[in-house]
């Protein structure tokens, strides 16, 4: 199985996870701004909310990919407040055709002093732990 790994982040939160999530499957965390040259059967993508919606630039990534590309999705992140994104970037999938897991892995991130110190150790072996088990299945 082919897996890529994307992620987006502001606070560096995402990055930390979407290094786990990689090192899991065996595949390179690339920021969001490294397009997606070769078939893969699996991309994992990591954001988060910023102003009560995804990122224009993850939207904008997302509308990018080619479904002849990208199998699927599966949808990882952290967020100080809200939580999942996996509406949001299931209805940019749907509009390019790609299919997006149901699954996700999500966590708290600091922001300003809330929820210091997260993503921790044990968010980072968490999602590690959820990546091996979606390649898997």
Do not use: Q
């Not at 701004?33 to 909310?49: A, K, R």
């Amino acid at each position: 199985m082919k897996v890529a790994v994307r992620y987006y982040t502001k606070t560096g939160n995402t990055e930390k996870l979407a290094k786990a999530v990689a090192d899991a499957v065996g595949a390179e965390a690339l920021p969001i701004s490294e397009p997606i040259d070769e078939p893969v059967d699996l991309l994992f993508l990591g954001n988060s909310y910023y102003a009560f919606s995804i990122d224009p630039e993850v939207r904008n990534f997302v509308r990018s990919l080619d479904s002849s590309k990208v199998k699927r999705i599966v949808n990882f992140g952290s967020a100080a407040m809200l939580n999942s994104t996996w509406k949001k970037v299931k209805a940019e999938a749907d509009r390019v055709g790609i299919k997006m897991d149901d699954r996700e892995f999500h966590c708290k991130g600091e922001f300003k002093g809330l929820h210091k110190g997260r993503p921790n150790e044990d968010d980072l072996k968490k999602a590690a732990s959820f990546a091996r088990k979606i390649v898997k299945a």
